[in-house]
């Protein structure tokens, strides 16, 4: 490790330091964090937690409601994507609000279009409802992601350096808010207008999922009040992207993605003959999906790679859009240290993400009503994960990053035990807040340590494309593994479940001892 990586190790906790002043926190840039991470916030929950127990109403059976959080990976592709973002313009809107303000109007509108899509559906319908809500789902973790992207780029434009530590605090804060909105919101909105889980009423989440849409408008207004950040346009061998360039680009991006959905479904059908004829249960059934991703990932870059060959777009463009940020991450930490810390990445989540699938759909199932889940899980639960986060990073600035992220392993993993605890006791309100605080604590707590250090692994030349290949390669492999979480309480029941989600979170201490060891962070 050189000189340079230590001290961009040491980075993130000087300036929380650095930038911890009231005059900070009231500076205008901190607060429009606040309000975009509001906005942030409110996607999510309505495609994980919030539609698990909507469906679950509905009648939808277990292992299909867990397979509908495969409509949040558009949040670990978003790598593949954020380049174009952040050169692309958007006919009119750019010219008229500028590149980063129209392409966050535009994820906006994307996502309250792909709620209301989702509002106009029953799930308990017959014919393509299910297809159809999946479609917006899909819709919605894409746009959202796309929306995070913009907003990443924003902050790190909008403001110095010794700002930026207090705007990702405010905008972790009214991403917090924007969860306690389109979660326990939701769940209260939803029981208030008479759905619960004998009388199911899609009115009542009709309206539900309306009135989330309508709180985007936060993110919206907020877009129409700033100002453009100012940024330098991106550069190729020293001329700008001419927009025949940006077209030919998009143009590649657009045919790989459908080379990706078409190799999807093609191969898709060959394991579903194979799941068929094995009966394959739900580990075997991972196994399958997983090479089916891993395929249609591989058509989809071959044939971005043949397009580019093709001189369907420049290549020099290409390279600098997707190669230059990859090929200086290994430049930087060689080979064998990146793979490994790549590895931490892809894993270090796993087991909280993989829990988090089914959790609410565990409570209902052991007779929690809705707002009985909305206080403790949405509410308590997301204050007790602001304390942690907040512990996580004093602890980080006193005793190091990778100590720090060494605890919070450890802490993820174990308190899933709990979880055995709860199935074990049935409907227990007092237990369920332990272990609430327990799981919450303990996410929040490894959060912030892993923030910090996926922000030091960031060369400031490539911050946007860079954090997003690493946040998404965070959730990659969880939300897969995740899909299958209902198939596998079906078939080992949840104490078998939580046990097993301690259990792949046990490498991951491994991992963060080997990453300590190859970084030799200075903090």
């Not at 707002?371 to 990073?393: D, F, M, R």
């Amino acid at each position: 490790m050189t000189a340079e990586s230590d001290k961009l190790l040491e980075t993130p906790a000087k300036a929380i330091v650095q930038s911890s002043g009231l005059s900070a926190l009231l500076h205008p840039r901190v607060l429009t964090m606040l309000f975009f991470g509001f906005s942030a916030g409110i996607p999510i929950l309505l495609i994980f937690s919030s539609l698990s127990l909507w469906l679950g109403e509905a009648g939808v059976e277990r292992k299909a409601v867990t397979f509908f959080s495969w409509a949040a990976l558009g949040y670990s592709f978003k790598f593949i994507w954020a380049p174009l973002v952040d050169q692309l313009p958007l006919p009119y809107l750019t010219a008229r609000f500028g590149r980063r303000r129209a392409w966050l109007l535009l994820s906006q509108f994307a996502v309250v279009a792909a709620i209301l899509l989702m509002a106009s559906v029953d799930p308990a319908g017959a014919g393509q409802s299910l297809t159809v809500m999946a479609l917006g789902a899909v819709l919605l973790g894409f746009s959202s992601a796309t929306q995070d992207i913009v907003i990443d780029a924003y902050r790190i434009e909008s403001a110095p350096v010794d700002l930026q530590a207090m705007m990702a605090s405010t905008y972790i804060a009214g991403y917090r808010i924007g969860m306690v909105v389109a979660g326990a919101g939701a769940l209260f909105l939803a029981d208030f207008l008479g759905s619960t889980k004998g009388a199911y009423s899609y009115g009542a989440w009709q309206m539900t999922y309306a009135a989330m849409a309508l709180t985007m408008l936060v993110g919206v207004l907020t877009t129409l009040r700033i100002d453009e950040p100012t940024a330098v346009q991106r550069h190729v061998d020293g001329a700008q992207l001419s927009n025949g360039e940006n077209a030919r680009m998009l143009l590649v991006f657009a045919l790989s993605v459908a080379a990706f959905i078409s190799a999807f479904i093609l191969v898709g059908h060959q394991t579903s003959g194979i799941k068929n004829w094995l009966g394959a249960g739900p580990l075997l059934g991972l196994l399958l999906e997983v090479i089916r991703l891993l395929s249609a990932v591989a058509v989809a870059f071959g044939a971005g790679y043949t397009l580019v060959r093709a001189g369907v777009a420049p290549s020099a463009v290409a390279q600098q859009t997707w190669l230059a940020p990859v090929r200086d991450f290994f430049s930087r930490y060689g080979m064998r240290t990146a793979w490994l810390v790549l590895s931490l990445i892809g894993l270090y989540r796993i087991s909280d993400i993989v829990l988090g699938v089914i959790s609410n759909v565990f409570y209902q199932d052991l007779g929690f009503t809705k707002p009985e889940i909305a206080t403790a899980v949405k509410t308590y639960g997301v204050l007790i994960g602001i304390a942690g986060s907040v512990l996580g990073g004093l602890v980080a600035s006193r005793y190091g990053v990778m100590r720090t992220l060494m605890w919070g392993a450890i802490l993820s993993a174990l308190t899933n035990l709990a979880f055995v605890a709860l199935a074990m006791a049935g409907h227990d309100l007092s237990l369920m807040y332990a272990v609430v605080s327990a799981d919450n604590l303990a996410a929040g707590f490894a959060s912030a340590a892993f923030v910090a250090f996926l922000s030091s692994l960031t060369n400031v030349q490539f911050t946007a494309v860079q954090y997003a290949i690493f946040s998404s390669l965070m959730t990659l492999l969880p939300k897969t593994l995740g899909g299958y979480a209902g198939g596998i309480v079906d078939t080992i029941n949840y104490p078998g479940f939580f046990i097993f989600t301690t259990l792949i979170g046990l490498p991951v201490i491994w991992l963060v001892y080997l990453a300590g060891r190859r970084l030799h962070p200075g903090s």
